[in-house]
């Protein structure tokens, strides 16, 4: 393990751990500086959304997590923190990938032509009915080529869609730098300039998409996300709001 300082805060450099997000809310405890960053080279037991595994080859990917402490934040509003990471890491992939189609899928996924790249896992500890801390965990399918059988059709990486190796440490940097951007302007209450970024990215905002609902596919349209995170979609006159799970993108081939 490997302590060294940056601008934002503390980074913690480990060669291998189960999860950088169980270990960074296992540090909170302790009080890190705010910006504090644990990143692996290997997450050999990365999770995802609700208990799904985030699948990763050792060293091929960016896998961290990130420990801030915004007490300026309601309870109601935690899921700026996920619109936050979303619109930060959108902004670096499609500077390394400008002939690219890079969005936001609700809740938490990065896709690029529709297959995801990249992952972001939040979660907070609370003291009392008080939000003491956050932290952000990321995932990012850089340099890996063969996927799980599973997933291999739905998912992608930086490499396979340019053919070209990324340094992870100059993505880790150029990430953390714009997260650091975020944050600061969502801090500072900039909550409407965050909205807007955000729905520009988003996958099937103000379209007609197929999305199953109940066991039925059908053509909906997103008309918004709450800040509570729950996604709101219309079709026809009704008006649905969803929290996780609740439904299922679709995508045609």
């Given amino acids: 393990m ?33 910006g504090a960053v644990i990143w692996a080279r290997d997450q050999s037991a990365g999770r995802g959304q609700k208990g799904n595994v985030w699948e990763s080859s050792p060293g091929k990917n960016l896998t961290f997590s990130l420990i801030y402490y915004p007490r300026f934040l309601a309870n109601r509003e935690i899921f700026l923190l996920s619109k936050m990471a979303s619109v930060a890491l959108q902004e670096l992939l499609q500077t390394k990938l ?22 972001i896992l ?3 500890q609370f003291e009392g009915s008080r939000l003491k801390g956050t932290v952000i965990g990321i995932g990012l399918n ?11 059709s739905t998912s992608t990486s930086m490499k396979l869609i340019t053919g070209q190796e990324f340094e992870i440490r100059d993505l880790l940097w150029e ?17 409407a300039a965050l909205d807007r970024q955000y ?6 905002y ?3 998409i197929s999305l199953e609902v109940d ?39």
């Fill in 2 to 34: 490997r302590h060294t300082q940056f601008t934002g805060g503390q980074l913690i450099e480990l060669n291998e751990t189960p999860s950088t997000n169980s270990l960074a809310m296992a540090l909170l405890a302790d009080h890190p500086p705010e």
């Fill in 98 to 119: 400008p002939d690219e189609e890079v969005l936001i899928k609700w809740p938490n996924d990065l896709l690029v032509n529709k297959q995801k790249i990249a992952g």
């Fill in 122 to 124: 939040i979660e907070n």
């Fill in 142 to 152: 850089v340099n890996q080529l063969v996927f799980s059988e599973k997933i291999r």
């Fill in 175 to 191: 990430l953390l730098s714009r997260l650091e951007a975020s944050y600061l302007r969502l801090r500072a209450g900039q909550k």
């Fill in 199 to 204: 729905y520009d990215w988003l996958y099937g």
């Fill in 206 to 208: 103000q379209e007609m």
């Fill in 215 to 253: 066991g039925e596919v059908d053509q909906w349209m997103i008309v918004g996300v709450e800040s509570s995170g729950r996604l709101a979609a219309t079709q026809g006159e009704k008006i649905r709001y969803f929290d996780f799970k609740e439904m299922r993108f679709v995508f045609s081939d």
